[in-house]
Structure formats: structure tokens, C-alpha cells
């Protein structure tokens, strides 16, 4: 470790925190429907939309009519990217001339962007063409990640509302989520990527002759206008197979700064605008507290355990860090900063292969993915989730001091504590049974790239992965008719059977009267509430995850110490 990479981490933070305030009041009005930066642009747009939609933009929604939007849409999507794939040989933008998806994977890959998972276990660059990527891929990297902010802005609606039982418009939010924060955003991120030098065309692949005297491919297509939005709505999903490691996709250290800050702005942003709504800074102030000491946690574990780097390569005479799987021009911190960026979010782009990090590295990822990416998280499902281990958190309180558990001046009923359980308890069951079930399967382990707990490790970072909606991976893990169809299913179950209890909690608060402040009422922005919802977030996911996490990462370093590596 060096000055130089921690100072990367906190510039990187501060930037963040920088722009938390101005994108999350700008994101308040824009749901709210008042007058912003962007409104004579697009305002006409909107208002055609909802005219050829047949949508009243005044009309509001009870949770359960939310939910079903919200599945409706997703469905239509998923049915959509599917047949894309399964016919994309015979439509236009092919120049490479691919065939068409083969059933199973067509099911993977749609499942995994309709859920902003952006699971690949095919190749971009020589499966998919130019129409799949942009019309396809990328259409889905806007539409989850603005069905992730409006389930958001939903939650936001219940928890702090008192005067209106609905919690708002679907079509409406996702319409402004695309058109006045993905998009904008997008354009400006696109063109500062390309003048990096990020491809953005449609020219077929061109065929060179290096200086070696070997001939080569060079890839090309639309892939700043998708990296951008990748990144941006974390969904991870990269052009290339090597991802955010290809110099393609991210060539200089801007680029890497830059993608880690669009990964990391609307999460934080949301924090904000949760204060606006309701009236009380603190409260978002609090909740982004507690978020940054998690992610500082995780890099600094990562940091340290990759420049310590292996013992037995320093055996050799090797120092420097953990150089395994790194790009030179990023190194040992930029890419422990980026393996914690990317999974303490949704996004799981990487810029380094995790199946590469020593153990302790390759166990931060893993960990934060464990803690339910809540640490800014996902675009929108980083907020809800950690909101709903603030119930469960108030809840305990109240345990504690005796007292009936209250949130935002609301009493937190049986019912709401139960919907924060049943969220809770999605990744631990969709995580741990299928990774139990490959273990013991022939074609569980069939293309696992290695054995002994390094192996287990890529099998269960890759369902946590896809259960997280995240979509990194232990690169060890390869894929097939079982892993295709079996993470569809929990891509599937991770991304619905989570957020169906945060929009019915929702639901249920909405409208509910505050009771008045009191000498006697738990303080939900101290530091004391900030603490006792970290250990709440540790607890749940260490009690929930360490044996499995034994088994794996752990007695894999326990191994390497005494002498062997996988």
C-alpha cells in the first residue's frame, strides 16, 4: 500500500459526496414534476408520450397497482430481448454475421438485463451484434435501471408520505428516470468516453497486421454510448468479454475514475433526495454515513490483502502485489477500488478478474454482495434495501430500550417487519440452496475452472452474484445448459422476490400519521443509529454467510498461508 492509492480512494469519494447534494435535489424535483435544467427539452417528449400511452400523469397508484406496472413492463422486455436474440442473424446490423442465440442462453441473457443483473457467459464481441447491443443490451441498461429508480422513489413516496395512501405513477417515473436523469447524464458521460478513446461506430471488425507481424482483429461498434450507460444505471454488462479490462471499453485512468463515479452518483444521489422528501437532511445524511464507512471498510481490506499480495510468489523473489489479473496501467489500487465500487452496487463491471484476487481480496466482493449491495447500491435497489434494514434495525432498538419501534414519527408494525424478513431472506435462500445443489451435481461442477475451495468459491460468488443482481464473476466459472437456466431462475426470483415486500412495506406506511417528537424517541439520524444499523448490516450477513464463506475464501487463505494455491 502507498500514499498514491489511498489518495485515489479519497479523491474518488469526495467526488461523490460533491455531487450527492445537486443530483439528489435535481432528482427530487424531477419526480415531484417541477421545473428543471432539462424540462423544455424534454417536457414536449414527455407530455407526447403520455398522450400516445393514454396516461394521466395526475393519476396515482396503490402500491399493489405499482407492482403490477411494474411487472407488466418487465415481462413485455423480457419477451422482447428474447426474441431479439433468438432472430438477431436475420436483422439488420450484423456485419460480423453472428448466428442466432441458442435457447437457453437467449433465456440467460434475457433474464439477466431485463434484471439489471448483466450475467455474461457468452463473449459480446463475437456473439452479439450491432442491433442486439444498442437495441437490445443497451435499451435494457436504461429501462432496469429506471425501473430500479422508480421503485425507489416509490418506497421514498410510503415511508415518508402522511397525507396520501398511493405512492405515485409508475409510467410517469420511469418516463422522467429514463428521460431526465439516465439520458442526459448518458450523453454527457458518452462523449467524455469517447474522447478517451472508447470506440463508438458501426464499422465491421477490421483485420491488421501488427508490428510482430501477426494479424489481428480490431473490434469496434457503438460501445461508448453503451459503456456509459453500463456504468451509469449499474448494470455491468460489458461489450467485450474482458469488460472494463479491455482498453476498448476503458483505455486511461480518467476513463476508470470516471466509470467508478457513474457507478457509485445516482446511489449516493438518492440519499439526498430521500432527506427532501422527508424534510429532514439528516436522515439521507445518515444513511450516506453509513454507506461510506462500509465501502472504506472494504476497500482498505482489499487494498491491503492485494499488496501483500501471495507468499508464494514472493517466495520466488516476486514483490509488488497481487499483479494476477490487473492491467498494468490500473494496478494493484485502482483495481481494488474498482472490485469494491462495483459489487458494494449492482453494477459488476470489473476492470480486474476477481478469480485472480488472493483470497481476502476475492472475499471483499464476495462480502459485499453478502451484505445485500447496500452500500449506495444499485440505482434505486441500494436505497430501498438499506431502508429496509433500517426497519429491521428501529425494530431491534425498540427491542432494546423497550419501546414500540417507530421510523420518520410512524409505529413499525409486525407487518412491516415481516416484509423487511422476507426481503432479507431472498439472497441467503437463493444463494446458498443452488450453490449446495452444484456442488453435489455432475453438471454443477463440470466447468468449474478450479477445484478445493477456490472452485466453491467461484460457485458461490457466481449465485450470489445473480441473486444480487449484480453480474461479476469468479472467471473460473464457466457456463452451460444448467448454470443458463438455473441463474435465470434465481436472477429472476433476487431482482422480484425483493422488491415486491419493499413496495408493499411502502405501501403499508403511506399515509400513516406521525407521532409527535418526544424526549423518549430514538433518534434515527445520530451516530448512535448510524453504528447500531452498521452492526445490524454485519450481523445479518456474517451470521447469514460465514460458514459458507469458511469453506471458501477463508480456508482457501488458511491453505495458501501453509503453502498451497489453487
Known sequence: MNLFGWAQAVIFLLLVLLVTRPLGAYMARVFEGERTWFQPVFAPLERAFYRLCRIDPATEMSAASYLLATLAFSLIGLVYLYALLRTQKWLPLNPQHFDNLPADSAWNVAVSFMTNTNWQFYSGESTMSYLSQIAGLAWHNFVSAAVGITIAIAVIRGVTRTDRTTVGNFWVDVTRATLYVLLPISIAGCLLLVSQGIPQNFHAYQDVVSIEGFRQTITGGPMASQEVIKELGTNGGGFVNAN????????????????MFLIFCIGAGLTYTYGRYAKDQRQGWALFVAMAILFAAGFTVAYASESAGNPLVHALGVSGGNMEGKECRFGVAASSLFAAVTTDTSCGAVNAMHDSFTPLGGLVPLANMQLGEIVYGGVGTGLYGMI??????????GLMVGRTPEYLGKKIERSHVQYAILAALVLPVFALIPTAISVLVPAG??????????????????????????????AGLGGNTYFNILMGVVMLCGRF???????LLAGSLAGKPRAPVTSGTFQTHSPVFV??????????????????????????????????SF
Open 244 to 259: 472494463s479490462a479491455s482498453p476498448n471499453e476503458n483505455p486511461t485512468p480518467l476513463s476508470n475514475l470516471l466509470e
Open 388 to 397: 429496509l434494514f433500517v426497519v429491521l434495525t428501529v425494530f431491534i432498538a
Open 445 to 474: 461442477t463440470a466447468t468449474l475452472g478450479n477445484a478445493g475451495a477456490h472452485g466453491f468459491s467461484e460457485l458461490l460468488y457466481g449465485f450470489t452474484s445473480t441473486t444480487e443482481n449484480n453480474g461479476s464473476a469468479f
Open 497 to 503: 422476490l425483493f422488491l415486491i415486500p419493499a413496495v
Open 531 to 564: 453504528g447500531l444499523l452498521i452492526g445490524v448490516i454485519i450481523i445479518v450477513g456474517a451470521l447469514t454467510f460465514f460458514p459458507a464463506d469458511a469453506l471458501g475464501p477463508i480456508v482457501e487463505h488458511l491453505q495458501m498461508l501453509h503453502g498451497k
